[in-house]
T-cell receptor, first 114, second 116 residues
Framework: DADVTQTPRNRITKTGKRIMLECSQTKGHDRMYWYRQDPGLGLRLIYYSFDVKDINKGEISDGYSVSRQAQAKFSLSLESAIPNQTALYFC?????????????FGSGTRLTVV | DAKTTQPPSMDCAEGRAANLPCNHSTISGNEYVYWYRQIHSQGPQYIIHGLKNNETNEMASLIITEDRKSSTLILPHATLRDTAVYYCIVRVRHQISSGSARQLTFGSGTQLTVLP
């Protein structure tokens, strides 16, 4: 099984619908992240969480919300989906071996808003 | 975090060494150099990181110049499966708390194509 699992892998939804992307991890890491990637661009941080009680906005949090249900679970919600939220979404975890930061990413969720 | 500059694309023959450059001329003394790669539409994968010394692991070698203003990722014997976008990232050592945390920023990277 993958260390970081994202569901669903692909999703097509209509404008205005609420949608939740789920992420679970077996790494035992406290820190979790949601990124989005658009064609030809790098990854942009949406939200991150350093532990269950700690949630922080990233650079592009507008239109998104998150929930950290447990150490292993971090969900991303689009309250009212719009077409420019069509993108590839990645969940990641990180640990701190020797003071550096090493990320483990999930396989991604491809979201299309029509 | 320091800005990095990478060539947009490179080709390499299968079995040969792939040398991917990265400029980070504004790097600070407490910033690490990280390399990740992303194989088409998959999640990015950690490759290697370093601070001052050259580093080697089972995937690659990282050569950092003495002034730390540039680095090179070396894949010693490139295979077709190494075709991917390679990201060079510079950032500070981890933050203990989230209040002032700065996270990994992925730019556009270098598209490496390994040719048969």
């Amino acid at each position: 099984d993958a260390d970081v699992t994202q569901t669903p892998r692909n999703r097509i939804t209509k404008t205005g619908k609420r949608i939740m992307l789920e992420c679970s991890q077996t790494k035992g890491h406290d820190r979790m992240y949601w990124y989005r990637q658009d064609p030809g661009l790098g990854l942009r941080l949406i939200y991150y969480s350093f532990d269950v009680k700690d949630i922080n906005k990233g650079e592009i949090s507008d239109g998104y919300s998150v929930s950290r249900q447990a150490q292993a679970k971090f969900s991303l919600s689009l309250e009212s989906a719009i077409p420019n939220q069509t993108a590839l979404y990645f969940c990641a975890t990180s640990d701190l071996p020797g003071g550096s930061v090493r990320y483990t990413f999930g396989s991604g969720t491809r979201l299309t808003v029509v | 975090d320091a800005k990095t500059t990478q060539p947009p694309s490179m080709d390499c023959a299968e079995g040969r060494a792939a040398n991917l450059p990265c400029n980070h001329s504004t790097i600070s003394g407490n910033e690490y150099v990280y390399w990740y790669r992303q194989i088409h539409s998959q999640g990015p994968q950690y490759i290697i990181h370093g601070l001052k010394n050259n580093e080697t692991n089972e995937m690659a070698s990282l050569i950092i110049t003495e002034d730390r203003k540039s680095s090179t990722l070396i894949l010693p014997h490139a295979t077709l499966r190494d075709t991917a976008v390679y990201y060079c990232i510079v950032r500070v050592r981890h933050q203990i708390s989230s209040g002032s945390a700065r996270q990994l920023t992925f730019g556009s990277g270098t598209q490496l194509t390994v040719l048969p």
